[in-house]
T-cell receptor, first 113, second 114 residues
Framework: GNSVTQMEGPVTLSEEAFLTINCTYT??????LFWYVQYPGEGLQLLLK?????DKGSNKGFEATYRKETTSFHLEKGSVQVSDSAVYFC????????????FGKGITLSVRP | DAGVTQSPTHLIKTRGQQVTLRCSPK?????VSWYQQALGQGPQFIFQ???????QRGNFPDRFSGHQFPNYSSELNVNALLLGDSALYLC?????????????FGEGSRLTVL
């Protein structure tokens, strides 16, 4: 079945540091890939997505590229801010309306001033 | 425009009891999905409702059941509660034609089973 593996956390960085959060997946066919973020006291929000190989999703300075050859979708940001402190989830779904999401375990990012 | 609202936000039950959680979707959305998020884990898909019928189901026992009403709101029922059912239960709403990822999540109902 489908699965998503995220690097172990938590991750603590200083403000303006470079961020990489690793995500690899196992799936049949050509899934869509996502990064969701859960800020303290808020619901899960879609951060970015990519629906086919070599697509790059980007939002709020974050980027991730759909790499089919390595089955990866690593999240990067060049300069993190304190406000980026949150839990980040990598997820996938089949391509189709309202397909269920399969999530990774999530990783907590804390950014120090 | 209210987003997805869930109630109650927190509740405590004992083993063997039954619980009902409620969800009101974002205005205009007709599809509701439920996810279980255990502590330190990612959300796991329970089921999805559209047109008052269960359209997809994840790997959860029959103790987990749901309902969707004509106004698109939804309930999640869990019978014969186990300690392992303690989790954050998330509701997500979408349009029936939503492209992948076009889900809006509520803040969740945190269930503790003692």
């Amino acid at each position: 079945g489908n699965s998503v593996t995220q690097m172990e956390g938590p991750v603590t960085l200083s403000e303006e540091a470079f961020l990489t959060i690793n995500c690899t997946y196992t799936a049949t066919g050509y899934p869509s890939l996502f990064w969701y973020v859960q800020y303290p006291g808020e619901g899960l929000q879609l951060l970015l997505k990519a629906t086919k190989a070599d697509d790059k999703g980007s939002n709020k300075g974050f980027e991730a590229t759909y790499r089919k050859e390595t089955t990866s979708f690593h999240l990067e940001k060049g300069s993190v801010q304190v406000s980026d402190s949150a839990v980040y989830f990598c997820a996938l779904s089949k391509t189709g309306a309202n397909s269920k999401l399969t999530f990774g375990k999530g990783i907590t990012l804390s950014v120090r001033p | 425009d209210a987003g997805v609202t869930q109630s109650p936000t927190h509740l405590i039950k004992t083993r063997g009891q039954q619980v009902t959680l409620r969800c009101s979707p974002k205005s205009g959305h007709d599809t509701v999905s439920w996810y279980q998020q255990a502590l330190g884990q990612g959300p796991q898909f329970i089921f999805q409702y559209y047109e008052e019928e269960e359209r997809q189901r994840g790997n959860f026992p029959d103790r987990f059941s749901g309902h969707q009403f004509p106004n698109y709101s939804s309930e999640l029922n869990v019978n014969a509660l186990l300690l392992g059912d303690s989790a954050l239960y998330l509701c997500a709403s979408s349009l029936s034609s939503a492209r992948p990822g076009e889900l809006f999540f509520g803040e969740g109902s945190r269930l503790t089973v003692l």
